[in-house]
Each structure stands twice: as C-alpha cells, then as structure tokens.
C-alpha cells in the first residue's frame, strides 16, 4: 500500500503540468486571436459601413433601422474573418514563444514540438466546429432579418415597384414580357396576386393578365382565376376569363425564391441548399453550381483548423528585431490571398464538370487538403 501511495505521489505532479501547458498556450493564443478578429472584421466592416451611410444619406434611411441592417450582416463577416483571426493569432503567439526562448526550454524539458503546439490545433479545430454550427444556425436567420429590413424598412418598399417582385423575360420577334407578383408560397411553389404584361417589339402592351395566384406545374405555370385582356390594332380590347390558363413566366420556382429573397447562394444554408437541389428545379449548370457551394460551405469552416496547422512553422520563426507584428500581419494576408485563390480555381474548375457531389466535394475540400499536407510536413521538419 505505501509503495501504492508513494508511486502515486511521484506521478501526480506531471498531470497539472501537462494542464499548466494547456492553459498557457491557450492564453497566449487569446490575445492575439483577439487582436486578428478585430482587424479583419473592421476592414471587411469598412464596406458596410459605407453602403449604409449612403443608404442614410440618399434614401434617408432611420439611423436605427441602419444600425440594426449593419448588426444583422456582422455574422456573415464574423464566418469569414474567424479563419483569418485563427492563422494571425497562431503565429504571433507563436513568434512571442519562440522568440523568448520558451519552445527551446519546453523541449529540453521533455516536451515535443508537437505537443507543444497540440493545444492550438484543437483551439483551431474547435473554432472551425463552432464557425460550422454559427454558419448553419444564425448566420441564415441573420441574412434574412438584414435582407427584411434593407427592403421594407430602409427602402420603405411599398405596393409594385417596390414590394412587389419583377421577371421579366423575352418574346419572340423582339416583344418582352414583365410579370409582377406580390408575394410567392414556397410550400406550394404558387405566386400571389400576379399581373403579367406582354409588350411588342414597340413596346406597346398586347396582353394583360391578372390572376389571384399562378402555381407552377412542371413545366410551366397555371393561372387560376386569370382574367386576359387583349388589345387588338383597331383600339378594342377582348377579354378572356379563364378558370385555369397556362403562362410560362420564365423562370422556375428557385430562380424565383433566390429572386425574391434577394439572396445568392453564398446567403444560404447548408440545408437552403439542399432543398433547392432537391427542387429538381435546376438546369444542369445550376445544379453544378449548387453543389459546389453546398460542399464549399462544409469545407470552408475547417480552415480555421487548416490555418492553425501552417501556422505553427511559421511562426517557429520569430524575428531577430522588432516588427513582428507587421510582419505577422503581411504573412498572414498572404497565406489567406493564396488559400482563396486556390479555392476559387478550384471552385470554378469544378463547377463546370459533370462529376455529381463527388467531383464537388473533393474541389471544395482541396484547399483544406493542400494546405495541411503543406502544414503537417512543415511541422514534422521544424520538429526534428
């Protein structure tokens, strides 16, 4: 028993050290991290911010209401910039470390390099969770609400032109037609209150159409309750009613959703997306294009992750005079150009294939590949 008791004794003290290692790298991530989403979130909030003052200098817009529109896009900026935080606070913390001296006691102390270094990692994994969970829960509601107010608040949209909704598309021998709606039910891919006009080529109206509500059946579109007016060359207009009449509006129900939403796919969920897939709406370009962005915003969060992995080499090189934060700062900027550079070719490259979810999810997860490949063998030659 006391053998017991004494061994006990001798192995106690490694476990609060290994604790102590912990909180200490983590603590000197914080600051630094900090610093890095302040930066980059005030530089992509600069654009913002200016967009919303002219909205309050031309539109005269509520002070209050273009307060709120600027706090309801800060969670998108927020996504983007965590990344770039996460790479910016690895590497000062870790020029800091470096340049004292600390990492050189640590190892002859018994402790790796990458141990050392292991606390960052799962820090930057846990953000890339967490940037995944904001991306999918709040950062969709947050779009909607910014997209809400910037249309019927700041905008003061009102009743056609304003809260109605517009499509217009092209008639053969150089006519158009321009359909309004005031609202649309996705449930049941209906639109409401439609009124659709068809010019001719002088643009002079030859069609009217209202109808309460125009549902689509692939592949067009029902009127119900529609009632037509013709206006013929002598002057006389004819009127048809209809009980059911079938009118091409020229878009499918999720060009019209992405339409009205004012959104893109960059707005959207994850699970937006999935359902606007699953619409079997989509030409096959679209549907490529949907893809792509569905796997993109699955891989994207992770390079918070992937940022923490090559930052730790570089950062293992501290510099031999002042400046370090500049230069960590430059570094950083140029890692983040490169990753998206090669996430867009990637992106686009992609997007045009005929490859399914397959051939998506590899471009959209080869950034996050190259990157830590390019990390972890770094890593592994600064650990020798």
Same mark, same amino acid.
């Given at each position: 028993?006391?053998?017991?008791?004494?061994?006990?004794?001798?192995?106690?003290?490694?476990?609060?050290?290994?604790?102590?290692?912990?909180?200490?790298?983590?603590?000197?991530?914080?600051?630094?991290?900090?610093?890095?989403?302040?930066?980059?979130?005030?530089?992509?909030?600069?654009?913002?911010?200016?967009?919303?003052?002219?909205?309050?200098?031309?539109?005269?817009?509520?002070?209050?209401?273009?307060?709120?529109?600027?706090?309801?896009?800060?969670?998108?900026?927020?996504?983007?910039?965590?990344?770039?935080?996460?790479?910016?606070?690895?590497?000062?913390?870790?020029?800091?470390?470096?340049?004292?001296?600390e990492l050189t006691?640590?190892?002859?102390?018994?402790?790796?390099?990458?141990?050392?270094?292991?606390?960052?990692?799962?820090?930057?994994?846990?953000?890339?969770?967490?940037?995944?969970?904001?991306?999918?829960?709040?950062?969709?509601?947050?779009?909607?609400?910014?997209?809400?107010?910037?249309?019927?608040?700041?905008?003061?949209?009102?009743?056609?032109?304003?809260?109605?909704?517009?499509?217009?598309?092209?008639?053969?021998?150089?006519?158009?037609?321009?359909?309004?709606?005031?609202?649309?039910?996705?449930?049941?891919?209906?639109?409401?209150?439609?009124?659709?006009?068809?010019?001719?080529?002088?643009?002079k109206p030859q069609?009217?159409?209202?109808?309460?509500?125009?549902?689509?059946?692939?592949?067009?579109?029902?009127?119900?309750?529609?009632?037509?007016?013709?206006?013929?060359?002598?002057?006389?207009?004819?009127?048809?009613?209809?009980?059911?009449?079938?009118?091409?509006?020229?878009?499918?129900?999720?060009?019209?959703?992405?339409?009205?939403?004012?959104?893109?796919?960059?707005?959207?969920?994850?699970?937006?997306?999935?359902?606007?897939?699953?619409?079997?709406?989509?030409?096959?370009?679209?549907?490529?294009?949907?893809?792509?962005?569905?796997?993109?915003?699955? =891989?994207?969060? $992770?390079?918070? #992750? +992937?940022? &923490?992995?090559? !930052?730790?080499? %570089?950062?293992?090189?501290?510099?031999?005079?002042?400046?370090?934060?500049?230069?960590?700062?430059?570094?950083?900027? =140029?890692?983040? $150009?490169?990753? #998206? +550079?090669? &996430?867009?070719? !990637?992106?686009? %490259?992609?997007?045009?294939?005929?490859?399914?979810?397959?051939?998506?999810?590899?471009?959209?997860?080869m950034p996050n =590949?190259?990157?830590?490949?390019?990390?972890?063998?770094?890593?592994?030659?600064?650990?020798?």
């Open positions: 028993m006391e053998r017991a008791l004494a061994a006990l004794r001798e192995a106690w003290p490694t476990f609060p050290a290994v604790a102590i290692l912990d909180r200490y790298m983590v603590a000197e991530l914080g600051g630094p991290f900090a610093f890095g989403l302040s930066a980059f979130a005030l530089i992509f909030a600069a654009t913002n911010l200016l967009a919303i003052s002219r909205l309050i200098a031309e539109q005269h817009a509520p002070l209050v209401s273009a307060m709120e529109y600027f706090f309801w896009q800060f969670p998108q900026i927020l996504i983007t910039v965590v990344p770039m935080a996460m790479l910016l606070g690895v590497l000062l913390a870790l020029q800091r470390i470096s340049g004292e001296s006691a640590l190892k002859a102390g018994g402790v790796g390099l990458v141990r050392a270094v292991a606390p960052l990692l799962i820090v930057g994994f846990a953000v890339s969770v967490l940037s995944l969970v904001l991306q999918e829960g709040v950062v969709p509601y947050a779009n909607d609400r910014a997209t809400y107010l910037r249309e019927n608040v700041i905008k003061q949209v009102g009743a056609f032109g304003g809260g109605s909704h517009t499509v217009t598309s092209s008639l053969p021998g150089g006519g158009r037609q321009v359909t309004f709606f005031v609202g649309y039910d996705p449930v049941t891919q209906s639109l409401l209150d439609v009124t659709l006009i068809k010019y001719d080529a002088l643009n069609v009217i159409v209202f109808a309460d509500r125009a549902k689509y059946q692939q592949p067009t579109w029902t009127f119900s309750n529609a009632q037509e007016y013709s206006f013929n060359p002598d002057g006389t207009t004819h009127l048809l009613q209809a009980p059911q009449q079938q009118v091409d509006v020229g878009e499918r129900p999720s060009q019209i959703q992405e339409t009205i939403t004012n959104k893109n796919r960059e707005e959207m969920s994850r699970s937006q997306l999935r359902e606007v897939v699953a619409s079997g709406q989509l030409s096959p370009p679209e549907m490529r294009a949907y893809q792509t962005t569905y796997e993109e915003k699955l =891989a994207r969060p $992770f390079a918070s #992750f +992937v940022f &923490a992995l090559i !930052a730790v080499p %570089f950062g293992l090189r501290a510099p031999r005079s002042g400046g370090g934060t500049g230069l960590g700062f430059g570094l950083a900027v =140029a890692i983040v $150009f490169v990753y #998206f +550079v090669i &996430a867009s070719v !990637a992106s686009a %490259f992609t997007s045009s294939l005929n490859g399914g979810y397959v051939v998506s999810a590899l471009g959209a997860w =590949a190259l990157f830590t490949g390019i990390g972890a063998y770094l890593l592994q030659r600064a650990a020798r």
